[in-house]
């Protein structure tokens, strides 16, 4: 009997271990919003790139293929990357089969999910009570990251930003006449702005209107909030009118894709924006990047598809797991992210590293 046991015993064992993942082993989950049961689009309709990204189906694809790309470099060293892909739109009862099946799950250790919003805090809730890391790439949310030890957001707080802006040019508080230019609606972003300046008892004025105050030092900074197209090209006419070439302006990323704006706005000699992630595209290493994306799909990679950063994502994080998630000892430099986390009390981990990148001679360079 003792004999039966004993045979029985080293069957059991030898089928954990054959089955167990070694420390060379990770298994990820992606969740991508594919949106499958869609109706199929004609693609003869579309007229570039931009109108592509609109489509549900393929919003999400770039960052797909970057991961492909990412995963690839796994292929040839002594690290096993197993990959699970799910669709994943906003149906809870679809994505609660997806993480009730056991088999599939069982040997999940991290879930990247760059799907929708109103998903996440069933994904994460599952995360936490498995002991599994999950990333969320684009949401602003803090509460997602609160109270979860295991979910690591990529979007930096509004906080960072007057904190960059103050690091960069408040040195002497009274060197400027700082102007939160806004609108009428009450943004979040001017709130952490104004809240911050108070607690640092710098001195701001908040403008609503298009007709900005005349200087009261030598020096403005200018940091506009609105995005209204019609707007935006109404108050950059108001700004090159002034011509004053002392003023500091900062305004929202989005400023730069408006069509209407001229040259005259790109020439302004000091225009900075503020930006989650970014390429600079001098960089031998996106060159790199982009000529193995042409070569591999027949298309350039982009940050409007999310390229470069299903990429980023999927190589830091390999990295990041390989090394017990000490994040000091990731050699992998991402593309277009710059990571410095920041633990939240009880919670997970927040990116607190503001990318701010200035315009000059109509190319974009990064303020470090």
């Not at 298994?27 to 109108?51: G, M």
């Not at 099946?101 to 799907?115: E, H, Q, R, T």
């Amino acid at each position: 009997m003792k004999r039966k046991l004993f045979f029985v015993f080293i069957a059991l064992l030898s089928y954990l271990l054959g089955n167990a993942q070694s420390t060379n082993e990770v298994t990820i989950l992606y969740l991508l919003p594919f949106h499958l049961n869609e109706a199929p689009v004609r693609h003869s309709s579309f007229k570039s790139s931009a109108e592509i990204h609109q489509v549900k189906q393929f919003e999400m694809m770039g960052f797909w293929l970057g991961a492909k790309m990412a995963l690839q470099e796994y292929e040839y060293k002594d690290k096993k990357i197993n990959v699970i892909v799910r669709n994943a739109v906003t149906d809870k009862k679809v994505l609660n089969t997806i993480l009730e099946d056991s088999v599939l799950m069982a040997p999940v250790n991290m879930i990247i999910g760059p799907f929708y919003g109103s998903l996440f805090p069933m994904a994460a809730e599952f995360a936490k009570q498995h002991n599994i890391v999950i990333v969320n790439p684009f949401s602003t949310r803090f509460d997602f990251v609160e109270n979860n030890p295991h979910v690591y957001k990529l979007v930096p707080p509004y906080s960072s930003r007057p904190e960059t802006i103050a690091e960069h040019f408040l040195s002497q508080s009274d060197e400027y006449s700082i102007i939160l230019w806004g609108d009428s609606a009450k943004s979040l972003e001017l709130q952490v702005y104004k809240s911050y300046f108070k607690t640092q008892n710098i001195h701001f004025k908040e403008i609503h209107t298009l007709t900005l105050p005349e200087n009261t030092k030598s020096k403005n900074l200018i940091i506009a909030f609105f995005e209204q197209p019609t707007r935006v090209i109404h108050g950059v006419h108001t700004l090159i009118n002034r011509e004053e070439e002392t003023d500091i302006l900062v305004v929202p990323e989005k400023w730069l894709s408006i069509s209407e704006l001229t040259e005259e706005f790109f020439n302004f000699p000091d225009l900075y924006f503020f930006a989650n992630y970014f390429v600079d595209e001098n960089c031998s290493r996106v060159q790199e990047f982009q000529s193995d994306h042409i070569f591999h799909y027949g298309t350039p990679a982009e940050l409007a598809a999310y390229s470069y950063q299903g990429y980023d994502i999927t190589r830091y994080f390999i990295e990041l797991y390989f090394v017990g998630f000490d994040p000091t000892k990731v050699q992998f430099q991402p593309l277009s992210y710059r990571f410095q986390w920041e633990q939240i009390l009880d919670g997970g981990f927040e990116n607190s590293k503001a990318r701010f990148i200035r315009v000059k001679d109509l190319g974009l360079g990064e303020i470090k």
